[in-house]
């Protein structure tokens, strides 16, 4: 196949994109990232190749092995001949707009591999991190061929959340003396992991992370009802591939689980998520479009002034949004 | 005045509020963090009596000592003899709908003060955090007569930019071996911060602390326009209240400037952000409506099924919006 030109027509990009040339596959995903005004035609287009990836989601705090443990995930996937896709997503960085690559270059043992797809991805500012770029991402790389997706994020509130509720399956990574005793007792950790991943399983205090993993699910919540998932845990020395294996299995053993249902409804809910989130983001952009055009500023204005309340000034901007809807 | 009813009317409880009875103004903060219906209602009353605060937006890593800033800058207004709301927002819990009181224990020391309000505030989930819900509790806050609002939450991404956007003037804490050298590597932490407050500068390290902001804020950035503001750099013990008079004369150094122009353009940037926030979050709710009567549903169904993209799913949902409109 001959290199990509840069000035080749979308049709073209769509068309190498599907054939899985990571060139092609690159610009879409900048394409995304860039928040091109040509996302409706590439979504358009990648619709019907949709929806056969495996969409495995990693997080945890900085220090616990993320880029380490990704990278022998990815090796042993590329082992069973299966194609991976990478975004590796750093909301640490609202402003810069580029992901700061870091220990990613322990990645790179994979950078001549065309099985695989890796990319650094900055979450954006206002608009609310992974919500709406990622998944479009992710729907890049399924429509390339990509038999895994993998996302990975650092485990900081809003983002944690955000990659679980784009993943068929949530692996949450853990290590001893990382502060996580703290760490795990944020209910948040308990509601969006199906697989707990404790690694440096090798140092001190490893067993007791993994004890109290145990006593947290033995307290119930979702994990309690009848035929609900109980989270698998884990223990891997990624470094030395020490329990990879054991994590493949677990992630296995959830995907069958999923196939009985699961699947299909995390899927649905996600779909609804996406379009409500790029149904926001439209509206968002009407307002702006009304920004411009000076309503927005003349209500502000009000509202500083007191002469009127911000919940009777975004009523006035619907109003608007409505009058200028095509 | 006698004790507020459990059942007392909107209108006593508005009442109240604004003659700063502290039970009237918690139980119209948790109206706000409840999203009660009563929200444009609340907002409406208060309207007239907004704008007099200042707002103080605090924040840093976890560990800086900000609890305990916060504190000693609450007892140095109060020796002022300034009203003083204290809004304490922690972004780390999406799931639990209730703030860590954790550490908030040391801001007993206001406990009986009349002249001083606390609160802490979860942040909530998918809906941006600080978005909607702070703007609104500071408004409670201020047009219940406080002379100042100060508004802290854990320096983590998108809350610290939050807080920036909320507050006129923002303070952000460090301290020595905190990592702070990659705290402070972070673009972001130089867009927002008016003032830095080198906190625990009794301890190794301090110095340096200093040293790399003096480095990064030559390097330059918004700061080095002509007459832009410079961030003041504090050193401070807050355990010991050493420090604290200066914190205080950056601040109001900061008013003075603001004073200038610059505090009627952020607030006129603040409300168009607060009516665009609750715009969309009216849209959302609408979105919702629509999800209730299946046509959201429908639409993720399809595009599960890769009939359908969802870009042109969110089409058919806007218009669906719009018909649903009164």
Redesign the interface.
């Known amino acids: 196949m001959k290199p990509l030109r840069r000035d080749a027509p979308l049709s073209e990009v769509l068309e190498r994109a599907q054939a899985a040339d990571p060139r092609a596959v690159a610009r879409l995903v900048s394409l995304v990232e860039d928040d091109s005004p040509h996302?409706?035609e590439i979504?358009?287009a990648?619709?019907?190749?949709?929806?056969r990836a495996q969409i495995l989601g990693l997080t945890g705090s900085p220090g616990v092995g993320k880029s380490t443990s990704t990278s022998m995930l990815v090796k042993a996937f590329r082992e069973q001949g299966k194609r991976v896709g990478v975004l590796a997503v750093d909301?640490?960085?609202?402003?810069?707009g580029g992901a700061l690559l870091g220990d990613r270059v322990r990645m790179q043992d994979h950078a001549t591999d065309s099985g695989v797809f890796i990319r650094s991805m900055a979450s954006r500012?206002?608009l609310?991190?992974l919500?709406w770029a990622t998944?479009?991402a992710v729907r890049v790389l399924d429509a390339a061929g990509c038999d895994l997706v993998l996302v990975e994020t650092v485990g900081?509130?809003?983002?944690?959340?955000d990659v679980a509720s784009l993943a068929d399956t949530t692996v949450v990574l853990l290590a001893p003396g990382m502060g996580d005793g703290i760490q795990a007792a944020?209910?948040?950790i308990l509601?969006i992991a199906d697989i707990f991943v404790v690694n440096k399983a090798d140092r001190d205090g490893a067993d007791q992370v993994v004890r109290d993993l145990n006593g947290m699910l033995r307290l119930g919540g979702r994990h309690s009802e009848a035929g609900a998932w109980r989270p698998e845990i884990v223990s891997t020395v990624a470094s030395t591939g020490k329990g990879i294996p054991d994590v493949l299995e677990a992630i296995e053993k959830h995907r069958t689980w999923m196939a009985g249902g699961e699947l299909?409804r995390r899927?649905?809910?996600r779909?609804?998520a996406?379009?409500?989130a790029?149904?926001?983001k439209?509206?968002?952009a009407r307002?702006g479009d009304l920004?411009g055009s000076k309503a927005?500023?003349t209500?502000?204005?009000e509202?500083?002034?007191?002469?009127?309340?911000?919940?009777?000034?975004?009523?006035k901007?619907?109003a608007g949004?409505?009058a200028s809807?095509p």
Chains 1, 2 share one sequence.
């Open positions: 996302l409706p979504a358009a990648l619709a019907p190749h949709t929806g909301p640490s960085s609202p402003f810069s500012g206002h609310g991190g919500s998944p479009q900081v509130g809003q983002a944690e959340v944020k209910a948040g509601e299909a899927r649905q809910r779909a609804a996406e379009i409500e790029i149904a926001v439209t509206l968002r307002m920004h927005l500023d209500l502000a204005a509202v500083v002034a007191g002469e009127q309340d911000p919940y009777a000034a975004a009523d901007l619907i949004i409505g809807s």
